[in-house]
């Protein structure tokens, strides 16, 4: 209907009748033709409408319904009722009514309505309660086809039911959100990753309440969330990796793609949906694999460094500080073993730990490694390092089974700590022992060193020392200097008495002071014990006032040393020496430095002691060749064993052309078991030489025990094709086998084993000539073992020839000193001192002659420098050792440089030493001289001397040992030997040796030669 507005208006009563009718009629016509034109619009509308009594009687409706519901006619549609078209009309009526009452209208109300062939059509209906033109109450509905609409969003739902089951059944998390970047939708593998249920998702903003951090360990602000980044900037956000917090305090990563949603045609997002996948195990392996590379650039650089460096506590600070750049996360540890004060401290020194107690000190005990994942009260005798700390891991540094110190981990979570932590530390614990070992070892080196050099300049300095006061002047100086002492008394034997003999930072007033023997006083039972002993300060004898030296070093000191002073059996006094630092001990070095000085000093206290008189200078000679007799023998081989073997492998290898083989030997054990057992090995990886035993021969017998029990070649040719052979030698392209045993007469000393890395095995040729090196390689051990009893026999020869040497010369040389000093003695007790003097005169040329000899035995027994240095530096040595240190002027003109073949250097050398022992012993010569002069055809020898000479004119019968062995040794080399001497005028020993063979000897002699002018 028309608004009123647009309908001319009623004629006003005031207007004359016939206006009124005409206007009346006007409004009429127009009503008509607006009642018409309604009526066309009405019947062409393509929407269904229809009035209807609120008891659902149809009163008026459209051409549309009808068509719209299936009727043939509007006629045959006004038949019917509501309750004919609505579909299940008594259910939806009564609401329908009551919605109306209460708002007059109902828009958009879905409902199905009946067509008249029975099927069911979907429609959206507006519904409102009007009046009629009768003013009776009446529904009016207006009706449109949905049935598209329906099915749309039929087919919508069921392909949001399929993808939500897909997304229900994705692996990845899926998150949706609204534009306010809130939670309405999530699936279980959502709920699974972030630990919480959708209830408590649902509605929060994505991981509200839960801590996020990115890959360096930072806090990500809500704003830096790649949904709201989406919901911002209208563009994906992709690939965003985070470590989530759950609430139950378990950790998450992960990688999350953050996609808009847009309604078709608009730029504005209305959602997001974000998808995330666990990459948990991912970042995990990677960041061991990480962790691995670097722990392994850090053994790398710990290795580097233990060589660089020379101070331990720099070590250790910079491997600490490595070691924290791995393991960033937790509190780190480096404690270090100090055996000396039973503790284990920090390398920083903030720490201190005594054995046993704690985590630290129980792995420092039994040497186990320990994971502990909770530290509360049930772990007590585990206490940590730090407070706070929840788990802890410790690992000790151990080498060859020795504990070095212990690394320990601490954490403020539980369960901080996995088994490749603990392997990461393991391998960084046995990187730092090795070095530690190594350092400690060059350290030790370094401290042997000095610890010679010490002494060999104490042994120097006091071999200088004329007296007694300048020895306990060195002793006493050189003791403060190595040991760092704080003071020291120093007191000799003087029978009953130990007599105060040196004060060091001590009262002066205690100059002179005796201490007699006592039994309970620590000084007396030093000299019982004849030990080295360490006092605390709290140790004090039960009558201290009658020892006044030992309590003054007490009060000086926290700890004390009394060392013996000895020589040989006689005991010479005590040495105490006191400390003020917290050590407690010596080290090794230091004991070992200290009781050699002590010796050194002793001996030479001893010495002084005795050169007051004759038999003391007689006894200390004595002494002194007993001690050099009793030196530590030299014993070793040409060759040793296992170099010889070595070297014996290589060349077999090489020979067959195979880089890979070992040699057995055959041994038999306590049980009387015969066994093999490996000596050396060559390209042999060390899992196959494990399970080399396990390769079976034949009926699945090892090959070890076939061999032993039958010594013949064993050969297993292509590994591959046999099912018993171990895994190891599979793995390590090994194809072929071949063990020999090696014979000596018969008797098995061991077994040659190759492999071969070819396709092919081993030839004919090939195995012939493994055989043959095996018996060769047998033939060498046998021949080593002779040669070391050769050896020992040497020894027992050479300790006999020195032991006749000593009965021949020296010991009667004493004999006769003594017999001497005794005549002199008696004489000057029966007053006739001419005849006292007599035989007192002679005593100089027989102490010197016996002195002569005891050099020359000293420098038999020291090792030849010859091969070591060349002849010029052997022979230089010789001069200055025996004949300069004898009085004697000797000279020696021997280029450095020469060359010579060795047999012939030798046999120079030899020649010399010969005839400058004649020179020592029988020319009485102040003056010699030795010349070496070579060329390219002959090397001339010349030792010459001022002495007393002899007639060598009666032949070569006529000659002693030593002339026939220097002429043996000359003609030995093809070469010509003379000696030219007249009485009183010296002597001249030459010997003229080939160094080509057709090199022609002769009389090199000038015809004017007089031997007693030497010529330097």
Not at 192 to 198: E, K
Not at 358 to 371: E, M, N, W
Not at 432 to 440: E, G, H, N, T
Not at 959 to 965: A, R, T
Request: with cysteine.
């Amino acid at each position: 209907m028309l608004p009123d507005r647009d309908i001319p208006p009623l004629p006003d009563d005031s207007l004359p009748m016939e206006e009124q009718l005409r206007l009346l009629r006007q409004h009429l016509t127009e009503l008509s033709q607006r009642e018409t034109h309604f009526r066309t619009l009405f019947n062409r509308l393509p929407v269904g409408i229809y009035e209807s009594s609120l008891d659902g009687q149809l009163l008026n409706a459209n051409p549309y319904l009808a068509q719209l519901l299936g009727f043939d006619s509007l006629s045959d549609l006004m038949q019917h009722s509501l309750q004919d078209i609505y579909h299940n009309y008594d259910a939806v009526m009564p609401q329908i009514m009551l919605t109306l009452q209460r708002t007059e209208h109902i828009d958009n109300l879905d409902l199905r309505l009946v067509r008249r062939d029975g099927s069911v059509l979907w429609t959206s209906v507006n519904l409102a309660i009007i009046r009629d033109i009768h003013g009776r109450l009446c529904i009016q509905g207006i009706v449109w086809d949905v049935t598209p609409r329906k099915l749309s969003e039929r087919a919508l739902r069921e392909s949001e039911e399929r993808y939500q089951s897909v997304v229900m059944a994705l692996v990845e998390g899926v998150i949706v959100c609204n534009a306010d970047d809130i939670i309405i939708a999530c699936n279980p593998s959502a709920e699974q990753i972030l630990g919480q249920p959708s209830v408590q998702l649902i509605g929060k903003r994505p991981l509200q309440h839960l801590e996020t951090r990115r890959e360096d360990g930072s806090d990500i602000p809500y704003e830096d969330y790649p949904s709201l980044q989406a919901l911002r900037t209208g563009r994906p956000c992709l690939n965003q990796r985070m470590k989530v917090v759950r609430l139950d305090g378990s950790t998450v990563w992960i990688a999350i793609n953050s996609q808009p949603l847009f309604y078709p045609g608009e730029d504005t997002p209305y959602g997001v949906v974000s998808s995330f996948q666990d990459i948990t195990q991912r970042v995990v392996t990677r960041a061991q694999l990480e962790r691995q590379m670097q722990v392994l650039r850090v053994i790398n650089a710990i290795s580097a460094a233990g060589a660089e460096s020379k101070n331990e506590q720099e070590f250790l600070l910079q491997t600490e500080a490595w070691m924290r750049e791995i393991f960033r996360q937790v509190k780190l540890d480096l404690l270090v073993l100090n055996e000396s004060q039973g503790m284990l401290e920090n390398v920083t020194h903030e720490h201190q730990v005594h054995l046993g107690n704690g985590l630290s000190g129980i792995v420092a005990i039994d040497g186990r490694t320990r994971i502990i994942d909770d530290l509360g009260p049930e772990a007590e005798p585990y206490a940590p390092l730090h407070p706070g700390t929840q788990s802890a891991l410790c690992t000790p540094i151990t080498a060859e089974e020795q504990i070095l110190g212990v690394l320990c981990l601490e954490s403020a979570h539980r369960g901080a700590f996995d088994e490749n932590t603990e392997e990461m530390a393991r391998a960084l614990c046995g990187q730092i022992a090795s070095v530690l070992v190594k350092m400690r070892s060059l350290e030790e080196e370094r401290q042997r060193l000095k610890q010679l050099e010490t002494l060999v300049n104490i042994s120097r300095a006091m071999r200088r020392a004329q007296n007694t006061t300048e020895i306990l002047s060195i002793l006493v100086e050189r003791t403060i200097d190595v040991l760092g002492a704080s003071s020291l008394a120093l007191l000799l034997d003087r029978g009953q008495v130990l007599q105060e003999a040196w004060l060091y930072n001590l009262d002066p007033g205690l100059t002179g002071t005796a201490i007699p023997e006592r039994f309970n006083d620590p000084y007396w039972q030093v000299m019982q014990n004849r030990q080295m002993a360490f006092l605390p300060t709290e140790h004090m004898p039960p009558e201290p006032e009658q020892n006044p030296v030992l309590r003054a070093v007490l009060s000086h000191s926290y700890w004390s040393v009394l060392m013996p002073l000895k020589a040989t059996h006689t005991m010479l006094g005590v040495m105490h020496i006191a400390f003020t630092d917290h050590r407690n001990k010596l080290t090794r070095t230091e004991r070992e430095t200290l009781t050699t000085m002590a010796e050194i000093a002793g001996i030479s206290l001893h010495r002084t002691q005795i050169t007051e008189t004759l038999e003391q200078r007689v006894a200390e000679r004595t002494r002194s060749l007993q001690a050099l007799y009793n030196l530590r023998q030299v014993a070793g081989e040409l060759l040793e064993l296992p170099e010889m073997l070595r070297r014996a492998l290589t060349e077999v290898l090489n020979a067959v052309q195979t880089d890979a083989g070992a040699v057995y030997m055959a041994e038999t054990n306590a049980r009387g078991e015969r066994r093999l057992v490996l000596h050396v090995s060559s390209g042999i990886p060390q899992p196959v030489i494990d399970s080399l035993h396990q390769l079976e021969y034949k009926n699945q017998i090892y090959w070890e025990d076939w061999i032993l029990h039958d010594p013949l070649i064993i050969q297993v040719p292509d590994l591959t094709q046999r099912a018993q052979v171990p895994r190891a030698v599979l793995e390590s392209n090994l194809r072929h086998f071949i063990a020999l045993p090696m014979r000596f007469k018969n008797r098995m000393i061991g077994v040659l084993a190759i492999f071969s890395h070819r396709a092919e095995a081993f030839t004919t040729e090939d195995i012939n000539l493994l055989e043959n090196a095996a018996n060769q390689v047998a033939d060498a051990i046998e021949t080593a073992r002779l040669r070391r009893q050769a050896q020992e026999g040497a020894v027992v020869q050479e300790r006999q020839r020195l032991a006749r040497e000593l009965h021949d010369s020296v010991t009667q040389a004493l004999y006769s000193l003594n017999l001497m000093v005794n005549a002199a003695r008696r004489f000057a007790e029966s007053g006739n001192l001419e005849r006292s003097l007599y035989y007192l005169d002679q005593l100089p040329d027989i102490s010197q002659q016996a002195l002569k000899e005891m050099r020359l035995l000293i420098y038999d027994l020291r090792p030849s420098a010859l091969e070591e240095e060349g002849l010029a530096f052997a022979l230089g040595q010789r001069l200055e050792t025996v004949e300069r240190r004898a009085g004697v002027n000797a000279a020696l003109r021997c280029d450095p440089a020469i060359k010579l073949p060795r047999e012939i250097e030798e046999g120079i050398y030899r020649i010399t030493i010969e005839a400058l022992n004649n020179v020592l012993k029988h020319a009485a010569a102040t003056d010699a001289a030795v010349r070496v002069e070579a060329n390219e055809d002959t090397v001339v020898l010349e030792v010459e001397d001022n002495g007393k000479g002899f007639e060598p004119t009666h032949g070569i019968l006529s000659e002693g040992i030593g002339m026939k062995s220097m002429r043996e040794r000359a003609e030995q080399l093809r070469g010509s030997f003379e000696i030219f001497s007249r009485p009183g005028s010296g002597a001249l020993v030459r010997a003229v040796i080939p160094l080509k063979p057709a090199s022609a000897t002769g009389n090199l002699v000038p015809e004017n030669f007089n031997p007693g002018d030497i010529n330097y």
